[in-house]
């Protein structure tokens, strides 16, 4: 595997990937029994912005960066902007906080954090990051296999599904693993993250979800027209089993990210597959 998530850190996909997850984890939490989390590709925890890595690509000058800067985000990033606040106390934005630890700094007695990785070097970084939080184990393992082992447990879940994109198959496996956990656990919420490169691989994916059955909400932020498949033209949140009430905060992220850091042609929108 020859991803790393360190080259994107902070990036406009970032921003709608992690506000969601904030959003969709406060809902969560609202409900007082616990909680399991499971990240199925999580990554090193956190980024060093000024890092050779980051700095290679350049894109989170594009994303947290202009965020941080802006006086018009809306308030669905205020808990992603309190993050990274906490994670650079000196001021500036060089360390970008990744799902892990967004997911660990809010973990409740009785919370359970099950964050997956394969890569040797991101999951000795990652268990640093965990170290603080008693509820979370890290996994060097599959992440697909851990969700349906999980869903197997008939405990609350929350899985997260954000893979590299570089296997032929992990449109495919992304399917198997939803339809999978769906039916051994038809309440668990599941959060995937997808590139939006072109409209007819997009499409492709949702209906091969549709059988699992759940409704699905879909957050998309594009950024550019999606007619040129060989780039990433924007991003997606699809969710199955979503808390209600978040369709207003998720569009102001999905619209703001398009508005602001796209081009012309780009659109922010959210919509349910069943509406």
Known sequence: ?????????????????????????????????????????AGAGGYDLDGELARRTGEAAQG??????????PEAFNVLKAAVRAGNPGGGVRFYPGSPSLIGAGLRRGDRYVACELRDDDVA??????????????????????ARHEASKGNRLFILIDPPFERGDD????????AAALLLDPDACIA???PLKDLETFDAFLRSVEPAGADLLVVESRLKPL?????????????????????????DVSVWVAGRLGEAGG?????????
């Open 171 to 178: 449109y495919a496996r992304i399917a198997e693993t939803v």
């Open 64 to 73: 947290i960066f202009r965020l941080m800067a802006a006086d018009d985000a």
């Open 1 to 41: 595997m020859n991803y790393r998530h360190a080259f994107h850190a902070g990036n406009f996909a970032d921003l709608v990937k992690h506000a969601t997850l904030t959003l969709l984890l406060a809902a969560l939490r609202a409900d007082p029994r616990p909680l399991t989390t499971i990240d199925t590709h």
């Open 192 to 194: 995937v993250w997808l």
């Open 125 to 146: 970084l990652l268990r640093e990051t965990l170290a603080p939080f008693p509820g979370a184990t890290v996994l060097q393992s599959d992440g697909f296999a851990a």
């Open 267 to 275: 659109k922010g929108e959210v919509w349910h597959t069943r509406a």
């Open 227 to 251: 007619t040129d498949p060989m780039k990433m033209n924007g991003c997606a949140m699809v969710i199955a089993n979503a808390p209600a009430g978040l369709d207003a905060a998720l569009t």
